[in-house]
């Protein structure tokens, strides 16, 4: 994996949280994740993954230590900066799919190209429908998004993760709500992604089956990293 580009360097991240005391929520937390890498960040609740992610995704800008993607130093950006560069090579998928519900699911797919601004408005709704198509889903592209099941809309979050065909795509819980059918099928989309399309996947989860498919995981603890190692047959390499 080595040989690969590194897309996001995290290089001695750290955090304080202040209330109702101060005490340090990430410890010097340092690593590379590489293009095409599915990389999954795991430890008990309360350890600190969570806001890892959220200092990685550039939503929290409030740390120490520097934060690069693609190969710039983004620690110090404005936050219109930041946002643009997370529109553009971040892709979110949360444990809830934040879906419009009383837009189509076309619609919900398109927004953030449109916020974007790169392309025409039929660019936008050609693109969106390729996204849907690739996750199963063209044929609901005009139904409302409160039509669809859990499992769908779910689907239909990541196509408009995809959108703006992002460097990385980062999970939060992404099969958190989500049957054992239905997790594995969103799995082997986001393994797909990086194996065909060459997507970076960061994704925080407290699933076990979905750790141990992932290529590499990282397993957190009172806020420091505790094992980095890649994935085979279901057992972390150290």
């Excluded at 991240?13 to 937390?29: A, C, E, M, R």
């Excluded at 409030?62 to 983004?74: A, K, V």
């Excluded at 927004?111 to 974007?116: I, S, V």
Aim: proline share 2%; net charge negative; hydrophobic share 40%.
């Amino acid at each position: 994996m080595n040989e690969k580009k590194a897309i996001l360097q995290a290089r001695q991240i750290g955090k304080y949280f202040h209330d109702p005391v101060t005490f340090k929520v990430l410890d010097n937390i340092s690593f590379e994740a590489y293009q095409g890498e599915f990389l999954t960040i795991v430890g008990k609740s309360g350890c600190g993954k969570s806001t890892l992610l959220y200092v990685l995704s550039t939503m929290d800008t409030d740390f120490e230590g520097e934060l690069w993607i693609d190969g710039q130093n983004i620690s110090r950006w404005s936050q219109d900066k930041l946002a643009l560069i997370r529109n553009e090579k971040i892709g979110f998928v949360f444990q809830f799919h934040y879906l419009l519900q009383e837009f189509s699911c076309l619609k919900n797919v398109m927004l953030p190209a449109m916020k974007l601004g790169k392309y025409s408005l039929e660019e936008i709704e050609h693109k969106a429908y390729e996204k849907l198509d690739l996750l199963g889903l063209k044929d609901q592209a005009l139904k409302p998004a409160s039509k669809l099941s859990g499992g769908q809309q779910q689907r239909v979050a990541i196509a408009r993760a995809l959108i703006n065909d992002p460097l990385i795509i980062m999970g939060d819980e992404p099969t958190g709500n989500l049957d054992s059918r239905n997790s594995k099928l969103v799995f082997d989309i986001l393994r797909d992604l990086t194996r065909t399309y060459h997507q970076t996947i960061i994704a925080v989860t407290h699933d076990n089956d979905f750790a141990k498919n992932s290529d590499r995981t990282i397993e957190m603890e009172d806020g420091k990293i505790i094992h980095d190692g890649f994935v085979r047959n279901g057992n972390i390499i150290v």
